[in-house]
């Protein structure tokens, strides 16, 4: 059975993360980088805001794999949690937007990569 399907079984986000099967996908997901209860802890948390707490099951869910499968948090402003309404389905769905904070933590942790250091530049600028 697909972890997808025993989310909208059993009804909720947080049945879903604490699964053992979805649990041990999401330790996979994150290699290392963090530990997979931490990591779901937090990302609950986050899911449980006042902004985000309408939307639907379903797009938390998404939420959350999303999250796992990038390893990042919005917590540490990797990544932003947006709630969106779907006016042709009349319900409120979170969605994820990766920032350049999530951008910059992704590269560096690449093993031959020490730093990375954004510059903003204009269109007018001379290089």
């Known amino acids: 059975m697909s972890t997808q399907l025993q989310a909208q079984e059993k009804g909720t986000v947080r049945a879903w ?12 997901n994150l290699g290392g980088w963090m530990d997979g209860d931490a990591f779901i802890a937090q990302l609950l948390t986050s899911l449980s805001h006042d902004n985000i707490r ?9 939420a959350l794999q999303t999250c796992a ?3 990042m948090l919005p917590s540490m402003q990797h990544v932003a ?7 042709d389905k009349g319900i409120s769905e979170v969605t994820v937007m990766p ?4 951008l910059k933590a992704l590269m560096e942790r ?3 990569i020490e ?3 954004a510059h903003l530049v204009h269109v007018t600028d001379r290089l």
């Open 54 to 62: 309408p939307c639907t099951e379903e797009s938390k869910f998404r």
């Open 69 to 71: 499968a990038l390893g």
């Open 99 to 102: 920032q350049w904070q999530g």
């Open 110 to 112: 690449h093993p031959d």
């Open 81 to 87: 949690l947006i709630p969106r309404k779907n006016r």
């Open 115 to 117: 730093e990375v250091d």
């Open 17 to 28: 993360a604490t699964h053992p099967e979805a649990r041990k996908n999401i330790t996979d």
